[in-house]
């Protein structure tokens, strides 16, 4: 049984093979990765990779969520939805739930 530090999955597993043939697990701290969109999956700007709870993002709407060119996009089918230009039916999904969303506050 690994010991309890080990059985977080915050800890990366290697699988080793050692000189005497014997297959081992050895355990490295896993790194950070970028965050992404949310929609597109584009890596965001303005925000570190490295930070964990204190990693600051954005102060826009959905910021650290969506990039810029999905916000702008959501903001414009919200409100052609509002002004009922545009029916919920006529948007993507992933889109879907940020237009609703923004259409809730």
Do not use: W
């Not at 890596?43 to 650290?64: A, D, P, V």
Request: hydrophobic share 30%; with cysteine; charged share 25%.
């Amino acid at each position: 049984m690994p010991k309890p530090m080990h059985r977080s999955r915050s800890m990366k597993r290697l699988k080793r093979v050692t000189r005497t043939g014997k297959n081992v697990i050895h355990y490295r701290r896993a790194k950070p990765s970028m965050p992404h969109c949310a929609i597109c999956g584009s890596e965001l700007n303005g925000i570190s990779s490295s930070g964990g709870r204190t990693r600051r993002t954005n102060s826009r709407k959905f910021g650290g969520v969506l990039c810029g060119g999905c916000t702008a996009n959501v903001i414009k089918l919200g409100s052609r939805v509002e002004n009922g230009e545009m029916k919920l039916d006529e948007i993507s999904i992933r889109q879907k739930a940020y237009v609703l969303q923004l259409l809730a506050h």
